[in-house]
């Protein structure tokens, strides 16, 4: 989970990875994923429009709770078949001492679509 630090990357590196906020539309079970996970429908505004995830959050997330929530995504890229659901962008989250993902959020009111920088 932890470990060291990645390699060293350029600033134009970084700007290539485009990293929006969003907010939870719908939340499904998945029962046909490998790991535990949830179906998400995520709405990134008018620019980038609702995406698809698949995200390994059941351990600390029901899926009331998920619903409005605001999360951060990957939204650049390519769509990825995991089971039979098509993931179109990376949900963010950090591991718990027990591996366990916790969902990256905002602490303050923003808009959706809106960019990492």
Do not use: C, W
Request: net charge neutral.
């Amino acid at each position: 989970m932890a470990g060291p630090a990645a390699e060293q990357i350029t600033f134009d590196d970084f700007l290539k990875v485009d990293v929006r906020v969003g907010r939870i539309v719908t939340a499904e079970p998945f029962p046909e994923a490998r790991k535990p996970a949830f179906k998400l429908t995520i709405d990134f505004g008018p620019d980038i429009g609702v995406r698809k995830s698949s995200a390994q959050i059941t351990r600390h997330y029901t899926l009331d709770q998920l619903v409005g929530r605001k999360v951060a995504a990957v939204v650049n890229f390519p769509p990825r078949q995991i089971g039979p659901v098509m993931s179109e962008v990376l949900t963010l989250g950090f591991p718990d001492a027990d591996g366990e993902v916790v969902l990256v959020g905002v602490d303050r009111e923003v808009p959706v679509g809106g960019r990492l920088f």
